[in-house]
C-alpha cells in the first residue's frame, strides 16, 4: 500500500517536472528569437562586438544558441510524456541522456554569457573608440555608423567619454558632415516626431544652439554624457537576463532528471516484483 502510494507519487512528480522541462523549452525558444528579431538589440550587440575575436561567441550565437536549445526541450518533452505513460525504463533512460545534454547546454550558456560580458568589458572602451575614430560617417561603414547613431539616440549620450571625441575621428577631421556640425545630429536633443526609426534622419530641436563649442551655450540642446558608461550597464543588464535564465532552467532540469532517476528506479523494482518466479527443474 505506501509502495504504491510512493509510486503515484513520483509518477506525479515526473508529470509535473515533464510538463515544467517542455515549458522552459518554450520559454527558451521565445526568448532567444524574440532577441534576434529584435533590431534595436542588434544594433547595440553589433557596436559592443571585438573585432577579430573569434575564440567568444557574440550575443547573437548565444541567442541562436537559446533557439536550439528551446526547440530541443520540445522536442525531448515530448519524448518524456510518452516515457511516463508507457512506464518503459527505455525511453525514461533515452529521456534522461536528452535531459543531461540540454542540461550540459544551458549551463554552456550561461557560462560564455558571464565570459563574454567579461571580456567584452575589458575591451569595450577601445572597441567604442576604434569604431568612432575610424569608422563613424565614413562610407563603406555604415553598419557601424547606424549602430552609433542608434546608441546615441537611444541612450541618449554621445561619443565615448565625451563629445570631444569627435574631435580626432575622421568623421570631423575630414568634414564629413560638414564644416559646421562639431557632433553628429544624434548628440543633439531631437525633435519630438512619430518617426519609427528616428536615429535614421535625425531632426534637432535647435541645431545652431546644439552645434555651439562652449558647454554653457549648447546646455540642455546637447547630450554632454559619454555612451561608454551607459552601454556597459546595457551589457551587463543583457548578460545578466540570460545568464539567469539559463541557470535557473537548468536547475530545473536539474531536478527533473532526479525525478526521472528516481521514478526508472520505481519501474524496475516493479517489473521485478510482478515477474513469476522461476521454477527449479526437478
Not at 528579431?37 to 577579430?52: A, C, K, P, Y
Request: glycine share 8%; proline share 3%; with cysteine.
Amino acid at each position: 500500500m505506501a509502495d504504491g502510494l510512493s509510486r503515484r507519487l513520483v509518477k506525479a512528480l515526473l508529470v509535473l517536472f515533464v510538463c515544467l522541462y517542455w515549458v522552459s523549452g518554450g520559454a527558451l525558444l521565445l526568448l532567444g528569437s524574440a532577441l534576434l528579431v529584435d533590431s534595436s538589440r542588434q544594433l547595440l550587440f553589433f557596436l559592443v562586438h571585438i573585432e577579430g575575436d573569434l575564440m567568444l561567441p557574440t550575443f547573437r550565437l548565444l541567442c541562436v544558441g537559446l533557439v536550439l536549445v528551446g526547440t530541443l526541450k520540445l522536442l525531448v518533452g515530448i519524448l518524456g510524456c510518452g516515457g511516463v505513460l508507457r512506464e518503459n525504463t527505455c525511453i525514461n533512460g533515452f529521456y534522461f541522456c536528452l535531459v543531461l545534454i540540454t542540461l550540459c547546454s544551458e549551463l554552456s550558456v550561461g557560462i560564455f554569457s558571464c565570459i563574454h560580458e567579461q571580456k567584452t568589458n575589458e575591451a569595450l572602451e577601445a572597441t567604442l573608440g576604434r569604431k568612432l575614430a575610424k569608422y563613424y560617417g565614413v562610407p563603406g561603414f555604415e553598419s557601424e555608423t547606424v549602430a552609433i547613431d542608434f546608441a546615441q539616440y537611444k541612450l541618449e549620450c554621445c561619443g565615448v567619454r565625451s563629445p570631444a571625441d569627435y574631435d580626432f575621428s575622421r568623421w570631423r577631421v575630414d568634414e564629413m558632415g560638414g564644416e559646421q556640425l562639431r557632433v553628429p545630429l544624434t548628440c543633439c536633443t531631437l525633435r519630438e516626431e512619430r518617426s519609427e526609426h528616428p536615429y535614421l534622419n535625425p531632426r534637432p530641436r535647435d541645431m545652431a544652439t546644439c552645434q555651439r563649442r562652449e558647454v554653457h551655450q549648447h546646455a540642455g540642446e546637447r547630450h554632454t554624457q559619454g555612451c561608454l558608461g551607459r552601454i556597459a550597464a546595457w551589457l551587463s543588464r543583457e548578460s545578466t537576463t540570460l545568464t539567469a535564465v539559463s541557470l535557473s532552467v537548468a536547475c530545473l532540469d536539474l531536478l527533473c532528471l532526479l525525478v526521472v532517476l528516481c521514478w526508472c528506479r520505481r519501474v524496475t523494482a516493479g517489473t521485478s516484483i510482478r515477474q513469476p518466479p522461476t521454477q527449479l527443474a526437478l
